[in-house]
């Protein structure tokens, strides 16, 4: 189904805006060439969070403070970088 006028002219406006706001996303779109960037944050944070749980695992039979706590810090960080992901992509889409 062709576009309206009105429809032509409303797309060529959002993709000019797109060129000013982020040159970067529109090259890759215009492409349509996908970048692969580093691992996927997803993945870095849940691997992260794994690690923190089994080393707070591991630190209940050994006793050891200072394992709990590196632990702790790590499954906290994979939760948080995890979080501010997802808020930062969902905010992308709208």
Same mark, same amino acid.
């Given at each position: 189904? !062709?576009?309206?006028? *009105?429809? &032509?002219? @409303? %797309? ?5 805006? /797109? ?18 960037? !580093?691992?996927?944050? *997803?993945? &870095?944070? @849940? %691997? ?5 749980? /089994? ?40």
């Amino acid at each position: 189904m !062709p576009l309206s006028e *009105r429809e &032509r002219k @409303v %797309l060529q406006q959002l993709e000019r805006e /797109l060129f000013i706001q982020d040159p970067e996303l529109a090259r890759q779109l215009e492409s349509g060439v996908p970048v692969s960037g !580093p691992v996927q944050p *997803r993945v &870095r944070d @849940v %691997l992260a969070i794994a690690v923190g749980v /089994l080393l707070l695992l591991l630190a209940i039979p050994l006793q050891g403070f200072l394992i709990a706590l590196v632990g702790m810090f790590l499954a906290g960080h994979g939760v948080f970088a995890h979080r501010a992901y997802r808020n930062e992509s969902s905010s992308r889409l709208l």
